[in-house]
């Protein structure tokens, strides 16, 4: 796939074969990369230390910062999104958003890659609706950490609940792996398609995002997105 106008039919294609049912898109600054989440890419033998000292002091330190106190759901939803590893992988609804942050970091060819959540969510639970975390009858911390409780699918295809204003902005939804060593790709190949964004597409597919009014400040409300924002801009 070598133009934009190529890249762009590719994915309106997409869409309209999914009707009203949303897709989950995905950016990847490096077209090599896989889809698996943080927790995946730590250190074997140190993962369920580093896993438990994260989500403990994550929601211990942050005091007044966190909505909850304890370790919920919500927790989780913010630690990635700023930035520690989970067993979450970020997603979005949207493939503006999902192409920023492809674009945002890599330089050579990069990829969006497109998720249906039905289809997965069909093979791993199987129910063909994407999960809301309320199903859970346990927390992140009971299933994962303390393994008070067994969470079976191996993946599962969620949305949370908007109340963060980056999952917000974002339109975020994730993925939630049991299996954080097997990457989505290979577990479950025919429910993703990964699009190529060339080099050569780059400039092209930038005005497409000023045109469509995504940026920095657009994703990250806040006085650092903003001031991001004018960096690029005006230097």
Not at 173 to 185: A, M, R, S
Not at 202 to 231: H, K, V, Y
Request: hydrophobic letters at 40%; proline letters at 7%.
């Amino acid at each position: 796939m070598g133009s934009w106008g190529d890249i762009y039919e590719k994915v309106t294609g997409i869409l309209r074969r999914a009707g009203r049912d949303p897709r989950f898109f995905r950016g990847h600054a490096d077209v090599n990369w896989k889809l698996i989440p943080g927790v995946g890419r730590l250190p074997h033998n140190r993962r369920k230390y580093l896993e438990n000292v994260f989500i403990f002091d994550f929601v211990t330190r942050a005091g007044a910062l966190l909505q909850d106190r304890v370790p919920s759901w919500r927790s989780v939803f913010a630690m990635q999104h700023h930035g520690l590893p989970t067993r979450l992988l970020d997603w979005t609804e949207s493939f503006g958003v999902a192409l920023f942050f492809a674009l945002r970091e890599g330089r050579g060819d990069t990829a969006v890659w497109v998720l249906n959540p039905f289809d997965l969510n069909e093979r791993t639970r199987p129910l063909r609706a994407i999960a809301d975390v309320n199903e859970f009858a346990d927390t992140y911390y009971d299933y994962f950490i303390a393994e008070k409780a067994d969470f079976v699918p191996p993946i599962v295809a969620l949305s949370p609940p908007a109340d963060h204003p980056r999952i917000l902005h974002q339109r975020g939804c994730f993925t939630l792996h049991k299996n954080v060593d097997e990457p989505l790709d290979e577990l479950y190949p025919e429910t993703v398609e990964k699009i190529v964004i060339p080099s050569s597409a780059r400039t092209e597919a930038q005005l497409f995002l000023r045109s469509a009014g995504i940026s920095e400040f657009s994703l990250f409300p806040d006085l650092d997105g903003l001031a991001r924002e004018l960096r690029q801009n005006f230097m």
